[in-house]
């Protein structure tokens, strides 16, 4: 008698426990978009008047949204050191270049407490619903993958928060900690651009989710592309941020704040060639070329190339989450 009272029980428990799962997990795939959701409704409820791409009409669209958003600067969280990084290959990684392989594999390697997750054509859609008519551009060749990239970048950001690393970095060392609400590269050294001038690079930034500039970059970009069929610009989202910190004082000190990479970020790319020297090495961070490849070894042993594939080679597999 007291067996099978004990055994009902056990088959009791075991019915809430699947129970219990089965709802948390019905829980979780209902509320997977909705911040996706949310965005569609805010989008829907700013108003969209047809005007002429030009560059005065774009600017007064995107000061009217960092004003909207820009209240969410004091609500925002240091980014969290478990916060995810995530990389994209559109083609897939197993198809890129070796240098891109090792660049993904040195963030891999030095990604500190940070989950790794390599974007692409496939995947994409397990994170982030895109609006019908974003995709319907993409398809028609309105938007370039540079761009779709953009948009699936600040998407990422705004839901996940974390860091976006381009697949073109070498990363040196771990990541470390950092005690702020915005980071990025702010350089010394950079391709200098009217409304870049090196303060940033949005290949290289993190955010904490629901952030301010993730926020308002990814609805400027979607409320952009409902009134215009095409990007003004390659360098438009460089835009966007550019006028949040024009226009939004906060977010112009958080950028103030941060400390400028104390090295060319770019000088390995020009070296790659040459015979290995530690002393090539010294930036954290090394910003490369998909378009590279040099020979590994020449006459007088290994190149600075060389280095990089035999000790970043790619095994990315056994780091998907």
């Known amino acids: 008698m007291i067996y099978n009272i004990y055994l009902f029980f056990l088959i009791f428990l075991k019915i809430v426990f699947i129970f219990a799962v089965f709802s948390i997990l019905n829980l979780l795939s209902l509320s997977q978009f909705k911040i996706e959701e949310q965005i569609e409704k805010e989008l829907n409820n700013i108003e969209i008047n047809k005007t002429e791409l030009n560059w005065n ?3 007064n669209d995107f000061e009217f949204l960092s004003n909207k958003y820009k209240y969410l600067i004091k609500y925002e969280k240091v980014i969290s050191m478990y916060s995810p990084i995530w990389m994209m290959w559109y083609q897939g990684i197993e198809s890129a270049p070796p240098i891109v392989k090792s660049c993904v594999q040195s963030v891999i390697i030095n990604r500190a407490k940070h989950p790794v997750y390599i974007i692409d054509k496939d995947n994409y859609k397990k994170y982030i619903k895109l609006p019908s008519y974003i995709i319907e551009k ?3 060749g309105s938007l370039s993958v540079q ?13 996940y928060g974390g860091y976006w690393i381009d697949s073109t970095y070498l990363v040196n060392t771990p990541l470390s900690k950092v005690y702020t609400t915005f980071y990025s590269l702010k350089l010394n050294y950079c391709f200098r651009h009217p409304f870049i001038n090196c303060q940033w690079a949005i ?10 500039i993730a926020t308002y970059g990814y609805i400027a970009l979607l409320f952009y592309l409902k009134k215009y069929n095409r990007f003004i610009s390659y360098y438009l989202l460089d835009y966007i941020i550019y006028i949040a910190y024009t226009n939004v004082p906060e977010f112009k000190n958080i950028i103030s704040n941060l400390s400028f990479v104390n090295c060319n970020i770019f000088s390995l790319a020009k070296s790659l060639k040459s015979d290995y020297n530690k002393a090539d090495f010294q930036c954290s961070f090394n910003k490369l070329s998909k378009k590279m490849a ?5 006459i007088n042993g290994e190149t600075n190339y060389g280095y990089i594939i035999n000790k970043y ?3 990315y597999r056994k780091y998907k989450y």
Not at 203 to 212: G, Q, R, T
């Open 147 to 159: 761009h779709f990239a953009d948009i699936i970048r600040m998407g990422l950001l705004l839901k």
């Open 313 to 315: 080679q790619f095994k």
């Open 138 to 140: 993409f398809n028609n």
């Open 57 to 59: 009409n774009i600017k």
């Open 203 to 212: 290949n290289f930034m993190a955010v904490p989710k629901n952030s301010f």
């Open 294 to 298: 040099y020979n590994i070894s020449n």
